[in-house]
């Protein structure tokens, strides 16, 4: 069999190269067919290797993976390490044309042309997130024994757990208390250690559906660390952010699969956006080409236009919220907004509080007492275009300039750039970019703007890769349930003890699974 070993790092840690400390993330098969001695099998499995660091030269770009592979039907165990860089896609298949690595011993073809894929995500600088994503095989891509794609549909990529780093993916232990409360629905969803972000009260983790095996995020918020006089209005929002995700369907807002709540706790189970977010994918990609920027600012319209149809307003539209479903690869982008824990209807209150991130609030977001508009998410998403088409070139905040400072300085860097934006994407900046609410342009305006859908040969573009990706999202043909409650597994306050720790050993409450 031919096994590939893969070994992380982080760039900060090259001292402890030299000790030979190489370690392999999991076991990766290339087909769903039984196994045969002459089958292919990408299998990673622990390995040490000594590094050369003699070489002399200039520092160069350090590889995030090491793909090992060895040909277990050969006696020679003397194979090459493939590195996998951050802004790269390590590509593995049949074709040595168009791979990466070239499994052409392949007597039984049981290895597509183009099989499957490694690539890395980077969120922050010192975190890697390994994915493998298959490439519409025909006989399928397994990791751990877990069929993860196949066919002709698109599959998004799957997240890697167990990565052994110098540098280690964060990993979060649930409390005492939150792994009861697990048990309660152990049957249904899988919450794991591996933290994918965390805020203040709320931490966001890999989740998987025990039925299908899907990699699924888990949003956990500690309701128990919400306190003050605005603790009973912030329950309310973290509650309302799972209710308007739930009554949400469309192919470019992220997907709700379900909510469990406790007196203590807020679980919100939503997809895994396996490509990443859109500040991971600006760093990784340096200069973003126009044609990509369009594809990504069309799907961000579409979905502003159906929240906006609803009355809902985002209030928070910047990079870090905007998550690509499948890969860093544009072909297969399927966008979606996130995070929806600062929008609001304007019809059920006036929305006159201070939401959103600076550099990407509208002017309003300054004026107190001002009620706000679906206008601050068209501000939000002209700063996003603008830093796509410009990428790191300018650090101005926008908001805080008068309209006629705003057209020159967007005109002024773009004719810094080797590629200067088309006239087109000037005029849809600044369409949004109006100090004055009342005339930015709409969402539903933006869908037919010159910029986005102008040129015959970009809309026939846009209709393949429309029907590429959606072929893999599913439309819910009902409304999602409300949050199912678990009930308070914390004994009255007379019966409790004082010592959280010891907090499963207390427990007089049945464990029986909740719900279906």
Known sequence: MNRT??????????DLFQRNLLQIFCSLDLHKKALTPASPNIELQPVSVKMDDSAAGPPQETP??????????????????FPVYEREIFKIGRDIRTNSLAIDNDPDMLVSRNHCEVYVVVYEPTVNHIYVRDRKSSNGTLVNGRLIGSGSRISPGYLLQ????????????????QQEECKLFASKYEVTDHCLGHGAEAVVCLANDVQTGKQLVCKLVNL?????????????????????????????IL?????????HTLYTFTELASGGDLMSFILRRGTVKESESIIIIRQVVRALTYLHEKGIVHRDIKPENILLAYSPRIAYHRVMLSDFGTSAVPRR??????????????????????????????????????????????????NQMAEEEIRQYIMRVFSYLQKRPSVDAAKFVLSCLRLNPMRRITAQEAKGHEWLCG?????????????????????????????WSLPDLVPPPRYRKLDCYSLRDEMTCPHSSTGS
């Open 64 to 81: 995030a993976v090491y793909l090992h592979s060895v040909d277990t039907r050969s006696n020679n165990q003397s194979q090459p390490l």
């Open 255 to 263: 997907s709700y699969v379900d909510a469990i709540s406790s007196p």
């Open 5 to 14: 070993e893969g070994v992380n790092h982080d760039h900060r840690t090259e």
């Open 162 to 177: 167990h990565v052994v780093q110098y540098q280690p993916s964060p990993r979060h232990d649930l409390t005492a208390l």
């Open 455 to 483: 040129k015959t040969k970009n809309v026939e573009l846009f209709k393949r890769l429309d029907k590429r990706v959606m072929s893999s999202w599913q439309p819910q043909n009902a409304l999602r349930p409300m949050p």
């Open 349 to 398: 209150s006036r929305m006159i509080t201070n939401a959103g991130t600076a550099g990407y609030q509208a002017p309003e977001f300054e004026t107190t007492g001002e009620a706000h508009t679906t206008a601050v998410d068209i501000w939000s998403l002209g700063v996003v275009a603008f830093t796509l088409l410009v990428s790191d070139h300018h650090d101005a905040v926008l």
């Open 224 to 252: 128990d660390k919400i306190h003050g006089k605005n603790a009973q209005n912030d329950i309310r929002r973290k509650f309302q952010e799972a209710d308007i995700l739930r009554q949400l369907n469309h192919p470019n």
